[in-house]
């Protein structure tokens, strides 16, 4: 019978692992060309606001990003790939939405016996405002491996060049001009306000 000597087996297995790994090494998009003409037709957000208590509570929800020395091209790639990244995340989220037979499990079997109507109400009432919350989490921390700082923002500001998606994705149209104003501003004048924590 042949036996394997266990001093051979890593070498052996070297090339195996270096394959998968290859193979695992995956590019991004191709990072999108504009002209300066286009970037100037980007209206620049107003990022001007009062320091307020109130405003600063909401800063885990209203914020921006901004990094240094980054090109308008680079800065559309960035934000592009991490939305597209928390909207995959926020679709396939580990235990959410609730199947109908976890919402049997957690509310009982009255709600069991309502079948599918019961999740979907379920995931109506409780899912838009945890899929928001898992999309702001989701693109913090992508833009924050980026190397983008987040500043607070005021909730009006926010809303001038942001969207929330709950339960539905949000029209592509609106999506691509906040995108491309979150972009004139990542990648603008470095704003005169404090960095908050990732």
């Not at 394997?4 to 090339?15: E, K, S």
């Amino acid at each position: 019978m042949f036996r394997l000597n266990r001093t051979l087996l890593p070498v052996l297995l070297l090339p195996l692992a270096a394959t998968a790994q290859a193979q695992a090494i995956q590019f991004g998009p191709p990072i999108r060309t504009f002209t300066q003409a286009e970037i100037e037709a980007v209206e620049m957000p107003d990022l001007a606001y009062e320091p307020d208590p109130r405003i600063e509570a909401d800063f885990e929800k209203y914020y921006f990003f901004h990094r240094d020395n980054t090109s308008f091209d680079q800065a559309f790639a960035d934000i592009t790939e991490c939305d597209a990244l928390a909207h995959g995340m926020t679709k396939y989220g580990r235990d959410w939405p609730p199947t109908v037979s976890q919402t049997t499990n957690d509310l009982g079997p009255v709600l069991g016996k309502m079948g599918i109507l019961s999740g979907q109400m379920f995931d109506a009432i409780f899912g838009s405002g945890k899929r928001r919350w898992i999309r702001r989490y989701n693109i913090r921390t992508c833009m924050y491996f980026k190397g983008y700082d987040r500043y607070g923002l005021e909730k009006t500001l926010w809303q001038a060049f942001h969207f929330e998606e709950g339960l539905g994705r949000e029209n592509e149209k609106v999506r691509l001009a906040a995108l491309l104003k979150q972009a004139r501003v990542a990648s603008g004048p470095k704003p005169q306000l404090a960095v908050l924590e990732p």
